[in-house]
């Protein structure tokens, strides 16, 4: 699966979760991820909760994330967590870190323990 | 006299010295903030090590317990790991008892029953004032994601809290501990906005960790009952002065402040030299909250 299936099947996941629905029903973000190696960029989008991912750059986003492509879409596919390349400083992250901390929330609760 | 330092990554401006008598002796304690800085913390645990009978980790846990699984900070491993000789203890030991008696006793002598709704700010760093809570029949709200994380979602069973706890603690416990909870001088700040109030208005009771308390709190918090500790006679006031009704402390109020549940387990390390993991440890933990039962609730 390529980064894009990956993002769109992350987004499927959290609408379905009616849990994560209602923990952002006050969440509306811009998320911009860039794949360092393959300059590659993408959109997540959460419109109070509806999650929409897309290809093509986010100059205004409220979140940059960059690694290279493979860190990324493991990560939004549940393979490993987002703690593991940001403590190694493989993932860097811009913005608020309270949407930081939510984004690595919601991956935990689809695919946590 | 035996001598025990609180190395807490708290701030430097609530630092202080006094004695304390815990089972037949006198413990010299000494609370050192560092502001937030992990290294310096570390620096001064390694320099304190063989020279004090223990020490305590404040404004940080080590553990986190939940239903039978415990959790392990690693900032606070790294800290831990500082000291070869010195017991280093962040009051985990405590928290899964004492606290839990502090709830049934307040029970026991009428303060609150299970009619009144409660508040816990954080219930994943106090799992056994939490469940306990819980299995008394008290409605409680687990704020853990709201005041921990902003995420507005209030946790309303037992089990989601648990369920919760284990599929984000493995991974919490590993990110920096400034991104998980208030250090330094971010400790004396209020949150602007009043986003959350209503979960302090719904509730008779707010319990669980003083600096979400404090930074959050509404202006008004008439008739409320607060369990907590690590106050200061000013937060006490400051408290009063919101309309609170009662504040009662988990750890004893000495020279006008409650301490943390590290000094406490600290003082009872020193005075003992029985630690958590001890076959005598639970019986030693009774002991000295008969000592200090008049002192707290």
């Known amino acids: 699966m390529d980064l894009l299936g990956a993002l769109e099947n992350f987004a499927t996941e959290c609408n379905q979760n009616q849990r994560l629905r209602q923990m952002n029903r006050d969440w509306t973000r811009l998320v911009e991820l860039w794949a360092t190696d393959t300059d590659l960029r993408l959109w997540l989008r959460s419109d109070a909760g509806l999650i929409s991912a897309g290809v093509g750059s986010a100059a205004d986003a409220d979140l940059k994330i960059s690694a290279r492509e493979d860190i990324l879409r493991e990560v939004f596919s549940g393979t490993i967590t987002p703690t593991e390349p940001y403590n190694a400083g493989d993932l860097l992250v811009k913005g608020r870190q309270d949407d930081m901390m939510r984004l690595d929330i919601i991956t935990l609760l689809i695919w946590g323990e | ?297």
């Open chain 2, 1 to 297: 006299m035996k001598q025990v330092v609180s190395v807490s990554l708290g701030t430097s401006q609530r630092d202080h010295r006094v004695t304390i008598s815990l089972l037949g002796a006198d413990v010299a304690v000494h609370r050192m903030g560092v502001d937030g800085d992990l290294a310096r913390a570390e620096g001064l645990i390694a320099d304190l090590d063989g020279t004090v009978d223990a020490i305590g980790l404040g404004g940080i846990d080590r553990y986190l317990v939940m239903a039978g699984k415990r959790y392990e900070i690693k900032d606070a491993k790294r800290l831990a790991d500082a000291a070869h000789k010195t017991p280093v203890v962040d009051g985990s030991g405590l928290k899964d008892t004492w606290e839990r008696w502090i709830v049934e006793e307040i029970i026991r002598n009428g303060t609150i029953n299970p009619k009144m709704p409660v508040l816990m700010v954080s219930a994943m760093d106090r799992f056994g004032m939490a469940e306990t809570f819980y299995h008394y029949g008290f409605p409680v709200v687990a704020g853990d994601l709201i005041f921990a994380s902003r995420i507005n979602y209030p946790i309303l069973t037992l089990d989601e809290l648990v369920e919760l706890g284990h599929k984000l603690l493995p991974e919490m416990v590993r990110l920096p501990f400034w991104q998980l909870y208030p250090t330094g001088d971010r400790q004396l700040e209020s949150a602007e906005g009043g986003a959350y109030d209503e979960y302090f208005h719904a509730a008779d009771i707010i319990a669980g960790d003083f600096h979400f308390i404090k930074r959050y709190m509404p202006q008004r918090l008439d008739g409320k009952i607060i369990l907590t500790n690590t106050t200061t006679q000013e937060d006490r006031e400051s408290l009063k002065n919101r309309g609170v009704r009662l504040v009662v402390t988990t750890t004893p109020v000495l020279s006008g402040r409650s301490f943390g549940t590290n000094v406490i387990e600290a003082a009872l390390v020193a005075v003992s030299g029985v630690t958590a993991g001890c076959s005598e440890w639970i019986e030693t933990v009774k002991k000295a909250r008969r000592e200090f039962s008049h002192l707290t609730a």
